[in-house]
């Protein structure tokens, strides 16, 4: 990539893979970024799988769907299988820029680009190494696999963009050159501490003291059911508290059987697509968990604390990094994350609410964007600065 900023828009075609109607953190990035690069006066165009094909212009910019399959034990998710057809697609939109979500069976789109003379960005939305453990396959194993990956998608990709440092040292680790960092950002108008609502925290505390938030998607590598174990280990040190698990996936039969026969307080409510409904969730929680060990940012976590909720999170994850002393790391036992929760009730709710706020101030889309476009080249040209003479 040349570093030089840029005069007039760009068309920057963005493709990702993992993204449904219920999809968290991914789908979020997708759309605020879209946004801030139509803004810029870029033409992004994002080109991701379902079940049927569409072309949609809305407010993140053109969205292209191609047909693409469910991919089995992820509940729902679907992948651009059809290398001739995306391919073919690519060759029709003569991206000036691509962006790709996915360093697996997205790699080749690194390759076309290198043929097409189009400069490429892969963003980094999870550790390899991470999920991999998360499946069970044996840390060693797992580095391995992840290094081997890792230095094909440096290789394949101009940049490789990773949201914190944590993220970023599985590809220092394998000696990659072209890694930049970007931070991704939170909607401070949206969630902020004002939606707390005593009415709202009552009805699903169900009458117990302590109301916490679990806001996932129910996989695997999520880690779903250490909120659960959690919420067991406080009420077994007599904490009364009660959990509200806000997502769905795989998972949710066996969470939701393994509730009722341990008789825990636990209420599923789902995806909430509305999402004024879960920011006003997440500013009524006294804390939020975030177990997942293998998450590169956690943009969940980022709201609960923009609405004022500390969160308690992996210590085996990026998190700490993002929520600072905000909130609290445990390593991936539920007792620890019980012990975590028990430290925040201590303080003050006045100051760790604030505290959490002040947190994700730092967070802004519009410093996200700036970074992304950065990452393409793609920054507006400053406006020449004419002699002082003729400015007279």
């Given at each position: 990539?040349?570093?030089?900023d840029?005069?007039?828009?760009?068309?920057?075609?963005?493709?990702?893979?993992?993204?449904?109607?219920?999809?968290?953190?991914?789908?979020?990035?997708?759309d605020?970024?879209?946004?801030?690069?139509?803004?810029?006066?870029?033409?992004?165009?994002?080109?991701?799988?379902?079940?049927?094909?569409?072309?949609r212009?809305?407010?993140?910019?053109?969205?292209?769907?191609?047909?693409?399959?469910?991919?089995?034990?992820t509940?729902?998710?679907?992948?651009?299988?059809?290398?001739?057809?995306?391919?073919s697609?690519?060759?029709?939109?003569?991206?000036?820029?691509?962006?790709?979500?996915?360093?697996?069976?997205?790699?080749w789109?690194?390759?076309?680009?290198?043929?097409?003379r189009?400069?490429?960005?892969?963003?980094?939305?999870?550790?390899?190494?991470?999920?991999?453990?998360?499946?069970?396959?044996?840390?060693?194993?797992?580095?391995?696999?992840?290094?081997?990956?890792?230095?094909?998608?440096?290789?394949a990709?101009?940049?490789?963009?990773?949201?914190?440092?944590?993220a970023?040292?599985?590809?220092?680790?394998?000696?990659?050159?072209?890694?930049?960092?970007?931070?991704?950002?939170?909607?401070?108008?949206?969630?902020?501490?004002?939606r707390?609502?005593?009415?709202?925290?009552?009805?699903?505390?169900?009458?117990?003291?302590?109301?916490?938030?679990?806001?996932?998607?129910?996989?695997?590598?999520?880690?779903?059911?250490?909120?659960?174990?959690?919420?067991?280990?406080l009420?077994?040190?007599?904490?009364?508290?009660?959990?509200?698990?806000?997502?769905?996936?795989?998972l949710?039969?066996?969470?939701?059987?393994?509730?009722?026969?341990?008789?825990?307080?636990?209420?599923?409510?789902?995806?909430?697509?509305?999402?004024?409904?879960?920011?006003?969730?997440?500013?009524?929680?006294?804390?939020?968990?975030?177990?997942?060990?293998?998450?590169?940012?956690?943009l969940?976590?980022?709201?609960?604390?923009?609405?004022?909720?500390?969160?308690?999170?992996?210590?085996?994850?990026?998190?700490?990094?993002?929520?600072?002393?905000?909130?609290?790391?445990?390593?991936?036992?539920?007792?620890?994350?019980?012990?975590?929760?028990?430290?925040?009730?201590?303080?003050?709710?006045?100051?760790?609410?604030?505290?959490?706020?002040?947190?994700?101030?730092?967070?802004?889309?519009?410093?996200?964007?700036?970074?992304?476009?950065?990452?393409?080249?793609?920054?507006?040209a400053?406006?020449?600065?004419?002699?002082?003479e003729?400015?007279?």
């Open positions: 990539m040349s570093g030089d840029v005069r007039g828009g760009l068309r920057i075609v963005r493709l990702a893979n993992f993204v449904t109607s219920t999809s968290g953190g991914l789908r979020t990035a997708l605020q970024l879209g946004r801030g690069y139509l803004a810029a006066g870029h033409e992004p165009v994002l080109v991701v799988p379902g079940d049927v094909g569409s072309d212009h809305t407010a993140q910019g053109r969205v292209v769907t191609l047909p693409g399959p469910v991919l089995p034990g509940g729902g998710y679907r992948v651009l299988a059809d290398r001739r057809r995306v391919h697609l690519l060759d029709a939109l003569a991206p000036d820029r691509i962006e790709v979500s996915d360093r697996t069976t997205l790699r789109t690194g390759e076309w680009a290198r043929r097409a189009v400069p490429s960005v892969m963003v980094s939305h999870e550790t390899a190494d991470g999920v991999l453990r998360t499946w069970g396959v044996p840390p060693a194993l797992a580095a391995r696999a992840a290094d081997r990956l890792n230095r094909r998608t440096a290789w990709f101009g940049r490789i963009v990773c949201t914190t440092e944590w970023e040292r599985e590809f220092l680790r394998v000696g990659a050159r072209n890694v930049v960092r970007a931070p991704l950002g939170v909607d401070l108008a949206r969630c902020r501490p004002g707390r609502s005593a009415e709202l925290r009552a009805r699903y505390a169900q009458g117990e003291r302590v109301l916490l938030l679990l806001c996932s998607r129910l996989s695997v590598e999520k880690r779903p059911g250490t909120a659960l174990d959690a919420l067991a280990e009420r077994d040190a007599g904490v009364a508290a009660a959990l509200v698990v806000a997502g769905d996936g795989p949710r039969g066996a969470l939701e059987r393994r509730a009722r026969e341990r008789r825990l307080p636990v209420r599923f409510v789902g995806h909430l697509a509305d999402r004024d409904a879960l920011a006003d969730l997440q500013a009524s929680a006294d804390v939020c968990l975030a177990p997942g060990p293998a998450e590169t940012f956690g969940s976590a980022l709201e609960a604390l923009a609405c004022g909720t500390p969160v308690v999170v992996s210590a085996s994850s990026a998190l700490p990094e993002v929520v600072g002393t905000a909130g609290a790391a445990a390593v991936d036992t539920p007792g620890a994350f019980a012990s975590a929760v028990r430290g925040l009730l201590a303080e003050p709710e006045t100051a760790r609410r604030g505290a959490a706020r002040a947190r994700a101030e730092g967070f802004t889309w519009d410093r996200s964007v700036r970074a992304f476009l950065r990452a393409h080249d793609a920054l507006p400053p406006e020449p600065r004419l002699p002082e003729a400015r007279r």
